[in-house]
């Protein structure tokens, strides 16, 4: 066998076919020349098959066994299309153009019925059909370019459900050409014809051309949604094929946003169609560019395009322009997709099941199915994808052992030694090198510690001198290290600068780790680690000291008069012996003082508890105070930083449980050159917040402790976390007179690890306004306990990768919502806008009110619209109203909504304040997010500080609203004037006059402003183009409009009357004359056939009386 060619690196995914579907066509007799499979759908429960005489065969796919045979004796089956929302309903067309939809009742094990039956199309060939995504309705296509809805009835709502359906039957449009694919998502049909694709909206009977240039031949469009990701809550895209290989990309409303050109980026090898029926080949040297027609396209699996010809199947990537794969698959008819499976129908009527999956996923499964050669075959050809650690999760090293043991010596010899060259290129799971071209031997394998350190695995079980050796190294590093300190050189650093000491610490420790791996493979150990180390190090070496001179000065005591002779004794003694001593006599020493101190906390924590548990004291903030401030001061004494405390003061008292200041910054000043430059004026103004209390005491904050100096108990801990955080919480709303009790901030610095996270939380969005410095102490305590974890998380979020990071924070569920605040505050300082817009997928866990503390304005706002579309269209309002504790919420997200992403106030109000003409056509960024807040339940005054906000701003659609709301009509009919748009006066939700006084007025005002109209609406602002992209207005408000409006109401010979009222003489135009005849005409005839209708009812009822 020749060895197996490596496809490119670009190439992750291959179809597979791992069912043979075969036996099931024999079964069902469909393989014969008489009897054959014409068309087929698929949904999660079916695989629906149509054949040549009229029969509809519904296999179940849960083992492949068939349920139930439609027939149908009007010709045979062309189309069928499964209901996505209810598997009870299928669609199927037939070559004479009838359309049937069935219910099967399979639920209540009732006999399948035909709820709806349409001959709309008969004559014509039904070429597409495609059902609603909510409703019990299917939109159905045919070759002379008809496209009709046929609803259908449901025995599940009963004779009084069944019975409404009057007109199952409607004409949805008749495009130029025939019907090529049709496709529906949120209340809009994608057709696209032979010339071209249309939109149409359902509900508002509107259509539009996605695009200007026509195209000749079958090119298919689709729906793409965007569910996944930053685009949660996105409208869906649109993707129509072109000639050449290209296709459209579109917006939802039809707009074209660009153009995809496929031809150069298929000039490349096909990759083979892994399958049982034959061995894989692959040929690099097969590339050529393809011109390619594309009659259908489909949205696949994880945001991919599929599309094929009669010999091909072309999968792409249209977000980032890439092809994902192509495969030669022969003789093609049509493909059905669910997820990330394919069934294809042949022109000889076979059938097959492929799949999309990544190649180790493909590995997997076909070791599953212990297919060894195919297996060993997709390793070599995919074998930079096999090697890499991620793919360890699902093809271990021993299950690959184990396949190349199973390949056949005298057969299979080449593959298996090409194997053994792949599996001697894996690299382990979690490695923290992810490059295929390691210079590790290939014979090793290793993993990171937390430390930073690389523990080498011999993967044969045995080790090589040099690891060996480094082992030995290591243990004995520190005490080759603590031998070169000397007494003088520990004074002097004492008195140095800490951070000149610090560094000189880490130089010696980085020094004193040895490591056998190159240099260029191993990272840079994490600060925090080492300076746990260093603190570690230095403190030890320190108490040694002191031992030390301790015992020196016990000898001078009694060998005074020989000092000078021994005066280098201690030095030369046997140092490992004395270390264990002097250890042990420390631990023996200290051991009762720790434990008198812990009875003591313990005894004044329950002393504590115990009086607040009395109502009189818990709900007497006096009382309590008092309480608190007598249990403080022993948890000062025993828990609290050294220097604030009553013994001696200590270097290394915290070790390495406390994070100062400084070197937080340091920390966090790498990661400042990557974040986005809109941070900045944020991050400085958060900062000179911050700091300001801390310079106006003239002393830096204190070091925020995440961890405890010494063990507690855990009952104990239980008890000290109930007492400290509400001493947090009642220092925080309830200001501190007392000089000496510890501060709201300053004590949430030092007993952080003491603290119940979520209820601090929760008091840091309740005083946010009032104590800012709070907020950032907690943000920096849970940012400083992070960076002392090793997570995956953390490592994720640091290498900047955003969708990764949301990726591994979704896999942390259930969450809690302090550790998840602080990896977000993370992801924000390094994505900023992009990342905030993401986070709607963490709620309830992050609230709106934990976003307002960490983004600016006009972020906050993005997460805060992609939060609210992410929910379902009927129940957006009640969610928004959920969001508003308190109720002033509503007035500062309306005023941020209509001051971000928003018009100009000089387009849309004139110099004194008032409408300009058309500026209610402008568009708002976040219009959706204004109409909700204007449609909130909300008191009187509420809502008219509301519509005093809109009209100072502007916002002429919300301002009318909320007049109407208001029953303020003169108002509201002042303000259409002189925006001189009919159309606000004839929607659904227009104003519309109702009493003959309103018409009266409206004339009269449109008589007034009619002049400042004309005047305006000559190209003055923006050049009168509507640039920011909102639709065109309506027609003028004039008096002779009015009254044709009037006359539709009330008739024009009342109109007429009600112009004379007013002394408005209008010359109505020949157009105007005409219509008000005719409704003159219309009226007639209507009374006419009144009259007659009840003189007939008379008659019948003399008749009967009789």
């Known amino acids: 066998m020749p060895l197996v060619p490596v496809v490119p690196e670009n190439h992750s995914h291959v179809l597979a076919e791992f069912d043979c579907l075969d036996p099931l066509l024999s079964a069902l007799r469909l393989d014969s020349g008489r009897l054959k499979c014409t068309c087929l759908a698929v949904s999660r429960k079916w695989l629906a098959l149509g054949t040549s005489t009229g029969g509809l065969h519904l296999i179940q796919r849960e083992g492949w066994k068939q349920r139930l045979i439609l027939t149908h004796k009007e010709g045979s089956i062309t189309q069928v299309a499964c209901c996505p929302h209810d598997e009870d309903f299928i669609a199927v067309a037939t070559s004479q153009g009838l359309v049937v939809v069935w219910e099967l009742q399979l639920e209540r094990r009732g006999r399948p019925e035909r709820v709806s039956v349409s001959w709309e199309h008969r004559g014509h060939a039904i070429t597409a059909l495609c059902w609603d995504t909510s409703a019990l309705r299917v939109f159905v296509g045919d070759s002379g370019g008809k496209v009709t809805c046929l609803r259908a009835g449901s025995s599940k709502l009963g004779k009084v459900g069944s019975a409404f359906v009057i007109f199952p039957v409607q004409t949805v449009t008749t495009v130029d050409s025939r019907v090529v694919q049709l496709g529906y998502q949120d209340g809009r049909l994608l057709v696209s014809s032979l010339s071209r694709c249309y939109l149409c909206d359902t509900d508002r009977e509107k259509f539009w051309r996605v695009g200007n240039k026509e195209r000749d031949g079958e090119y298919g469009a689709c729906f793409f949604p965007q569910n996944r990701g930053l685009l949660v809550g996105q409208p869906p895209l649109l993707y129509c094929a072109r000639p050449g290989s290209r296709v459209w990309e579109a917006s939802f409303n039809g707009e074209v946003l660009s153009t995809h050109q496929f031809k150069q980026l298929l000039a490349c090898p096909p990759l083979p169609l892994i399958t049982y029926r034959n061995e894989p080949h692959y040929n690099p040297a097969q590339k050529s560019s393809q011109s390619i027609a594309f009659p259908k396209l489909l949205y696949l699996g994880d945001q991919n395009l599929l599309t094929w010809t009669d010999s091909a199947v072309y999968i792409f990537t249209p977000q980032n322009g890439q092809v994902l794969l192509w495969t030669e698959v022969k003789d093609l008819v049509d493909i059905v997709v669910y997820r990330s499976e394919l069934f294809c129908l042949h022109g000889s009527g076979r059938l097959s099941h492929l799949s999309l999956l990544s190649a180790e996923r493909c590995v997997e499964r076909l070791l599953r199915r212990e297919s060894w050669p195919l297996a060993a075959v997709v390793c070599c050809m995919f074998q930079h994808t096999i090697t890499t650690g991620r793919a360890r999760k699902s093809i271990p090293i021993d299950r690959l052992e184990h396949l190349r043991s199973q390949l056949s010596s005298s057969s299979h010899l080449e593959l298996s030694g090409q194997l053994e060259e792949v599996i001697n290129k894996l690299e382990p799971l979690d490695s923290a090198c992810s490059s295929r071209r390691s210079s590790i031997s290939s014979h090793e394998s290793f993993n990171v510690l937390d430390c930073g350190i690389y523990r080498v695995i011999s993967r044969r079980g045995s080790q090589s001198d040099e690891e060996t050796g480094s082992l030995i190294n290591q243990s004995t590093s520190e005490e080759e290290r603590l031998k070169e300190f000397s007494f003088v050189q520990e004074e002097d650093q004492v008195e140095q600068d800490p951070q000149s000491s610090e560094r000189t610490e880490a130089e010696r420790s980085e020094q ?28 030890f070496v320190k108490k040694t000291t002191e031992k030390i001179n301790t015992l020196q000065m016990n000898s001078e005591l009694r060998q005074r008069s020989d000092f000078k002779e021994t005066k280098n004794f201690y030095f030369s003694f046997d140092y490992k012996k004395t270390l264990n001593t002097i250890c042990r006599h420390r631990v023996y020493d200290e051991m009762p003082n720790t434990e008198a101190d812990m009875q003591e906390l313990r005894a004044a924590t329950e002393q504590a508890i115990s009086q607040i548990q009395d109502p009189l004291v818990l709900l007497d903030p006096a009382c309590l105070r008092e309480t608190l401030l007598e249990w403080l001061p022993v948890l000062e004494r025993i828990l609290g930083p050294e220097e604030h405390g009553s013994g001696a003061a200590k270097v290394d008292g915290e070790e390495s449980f406390s994070i100062s200041g400084e070197p937080t910054e340091s920390i966090t000043e790498d990661e400042k050159k990557e974040e986005s430059p809109e941070l900045g004026g944020k991050k400085a103004q958060c900062h000179s917040a911050d700091k300001e209390p801390e310079s106006s ?130 992801l924000y300082e390094k994505h900023g806008e992009a990342a905030v817009r993401s986070f709607s997928q963490f709620y309830p866990t992050i609230t709106p009110a934990d976003i307002m503390t960490m983004a600016q ?7 805060l619209d992609n939060l609210v579309q992410s929910r379902t269209e009927g129940h957006r309002l009640s969610f928004l109203q959920s969001l508003l504790e308190p109720e002033s919420l509503r007035q500062d997200w309306l005023e941020l909504a209509l001051t971000h992403d928003a018009p100009q106030h000089c387009d849309t109000l004139t110099p004194d304040g008032q409408p300009r003409w058309h500026s209610h056509c402008y568009s708002w960024g976040y219009g959706r ?26 916002y002429w659609i919300g301002y009318l609203y909320l007049c109407f709301e208001l029953q303020c009509r003169t108002e509201a009919f002042a303000t259409i004037c002189k925006l001189d748009d009919i159309s606000l006066l004839e929607e659904p939700e227009g104003v519309e006059p109702q009493t003959l006084d309103e018409w009266k007025l409206l004339i009269q005002l449109s008589q007034q402003f009619s002049s400042v109209g004309d005047a305006e609406e000559v ?33 024009p010979d009342r109109a007429m009357a009600v112009l004379e009222e007013c002394g408005v003489q209008v010359v109505l135009s020949p157009q105007s004359e005409l219509v008000c005849e005719l409704l003159r ?13 009840l003189e007939r009812c008379d008659r019948f009822l003399w008749s009967q009386h009789a």
């Open 1019 to 1051: 190209p003055g602002v923006n050049g009168g183009s509507w640039s920011n992209g909102s639709a065109d207005c309506g027609g003028k408000i004039s008096p002779e409009s009015l009254t044709l409006m009037l006359a539709r109401t009330a008739g």
């Open 512 to 539: 004193g780790l040895q490591f056998h791996l190159p240099l260029s493979f191993r990272p840079k150990p994490p600060r925090i680690a080492l300076q746990a180390v260093k603190d570690s190090v230095s403190s």
């Open 857 to 863: 304005q006009s972020h906050f706002l993005a997460y």
């Open 1081 to 1093: 005409v219309t009226e007639k005839r209507q009374r006419a056939m009144i009259q007659t209708m």
């Open 697 to 826: 005491k003239g002393s830096p904050p204190e070091p925020v402790r995440v961890g405890s100096p010494k063990p507690v108990p855990s009952d104990l801990l239980a008890n000290l976390t109930q007492l400290a955080t509400l001493y947090t919480e009642l220092s925080c709303f309830r200001k501190q007179q007392d000089e000496q009790a510890l501060g709201c901030t300053n004590f949430l610095r030092r007993y952080f690890f003491l603290l119940d996270k979520e209820r601090v939380r929760r008091m840091c969005l309740l005083c946010y306004e009032e104590q800012l410095e709070v907020q950032s102490s907690f943000t920096e305590a849970m940012l400083g306990q992070l960076l002392l974890l090793s997570s995956k998380v953390v490592e994720v979020i640091q290498r900047g990768d955003l969708l990764r990071s949301l990726r591994s924070l979704r896999e942390l569920q259930p969450w809690s919502a302090p550790p998840l605040l602080a990896h977000l505050h993370r």
């Open 929 to 954: 997010l204004l109409s909700l807040l204007i449609h909130l339940p909300a008191d009187l005054s509420s809502k008219q500080k509301m519509a005093e906000t809109c009209r100072s701003h502007g």
